[in-house]
Every structure is written in C-alpha cells, then in structure tokens.
C-alpha cells in the first residue's frame, strides 16, 4: 500500500522567514521542527510555525508539489498562504 504525502510551509513570524518541506508524516515532522531535532535551515532561522499544508494521496505526488512551490517566488507563496490562513495562525494538528 502506498502511502500519502503532505507538502507544508512554515513561517517563523506572520509575512517572515518561510520554509517549504515535504514529509509523509506531518504530525511528526512539525514535531521534529518544534523541538529542533536536525541542525539546518529551520533551527538556524528559527522558523517553527506551520502556516500551511496540502495532503496528496501519494507521497511522489508531494514531491512533485514542493518542487514547484520552490519555484514560485515569495508573494506567490504569501497569496497561496494568506487564502485559507489570512492571520497566518498557527494550524493545529491535533484531533
């Protein structure tokens, strides 16, 4: 069975610092982000809230998301946030 996959963007303050990921577990990524578990560009700009995700039913299908996301330039991203997170809170996970 294949599993899914979640295309996410955190942000380290609202219009901040942004980060494009792609994971086949959210709950635990975000975790692994939050805690600071990995040295790289999350901990060193210490960039922690998600603002955004995407579910696909494929985790190539993710891949394929985040890759064009990258290209897109910032106010894009921003728009794409903004239309179903306008206040960029913080989106909870937990059911």
Same mark, same amino acid.
């Given at each position: 069975?294949?599993?899914g996959?979640?295309?996410?963007?955190?942000?380290?303050?609202?219009?901040?610092t942004?980060? &494009?990921?792609?994971?086949?577990? %959210?709950v635990?990524?975000?975790?692994?982000? *939050?805690? +600071?578990?990995? #040295?790289?560009?999350?901990?060193?700009?210490n960039?922690k809230?998600?603002?955004?995700?995407?579910?696909?039913?494929?985790?190539?299908?993710? &891949?394929?998301?985040?890759?064009? %996301?990258?290209?897109?330039?910032?106010?894009? *991203?921003i +728009?794409?946030? #903004?239309?179903s997170?306008?206040?960029?809170?913080?989106?909870?996970?937990?059911?």
């Amino acid at each position: 069975m294949q599993k899914g996959g979640y295309v996410y963007i955190l942000a380290s303050k609202k219009r901040g610092t942004l980060y &494009i990921g792609v994971t086949s577990d %959210l709950v635990a990524r975000i975790y692994q982000h *939050k805690t +600071e578990y990995q #040295e790289g560009f999350t901990k060193q700009h210490n960039v922690k809230i998600l603002v955004w995700f995407e579910s696909f039913p494929t985790i190539e299908e993710a &891949i394929q998301q985040e890759k064009r %996301l990258k290209k897109w330039n910032r106010l894009w *991203k921003i +728009e794409l946030i #903004e239309q179903s997170n306008p206040e960029w809170l913080e989106l909870n996970l937990t059911p």
